[in-house]
């Protein structure tokens, strides 16, 4: 068992979702819990995207 999905539909829905979360902490960035949500969300989306490129199918 992988840390990520083994298909692209499902990375995708991966990748978007964390990309959700980054926008939420990107347009709370004045806050202290929107800064810390803001970097775990962009830590999180390049791991996913970094994922989903290596996916074929």
Same mark, same amino acid.
């Given at each position: 068992?992988?840390?990520? !999905?083994?298909?692209?539909?499902?990375?995708?829905?991966?990748?978007?979702?964390?990309?959700?979360?980054?926008? !939420?902490?990107?347009?709370?960035?004045?806050?202290?819990?929107?800064? !810390?949500?803001? !970097?775990?969300?962009?830590?999180?989306?390049?791991?996913?995207?970094?994922?989903?490129?290596?996916?074929?199918?």
């Amino acid at each position: 068992m992988g840390l990520f !999905v083994q298909n692209r539909r499902d990375g995708s829905r991966i990748l978007s979702s964390a990309i959700a979360i980054t926008f !939420v902490g990107l347009v709370r960035c004045n806050t202290t819990w929107g800064q !810390v949500v803001l !970097v775990v969300g962009t830590a999180a989306s390049v791991w996913c995207w970094h994922c989903y490129k290596q996916l074929k199918h």
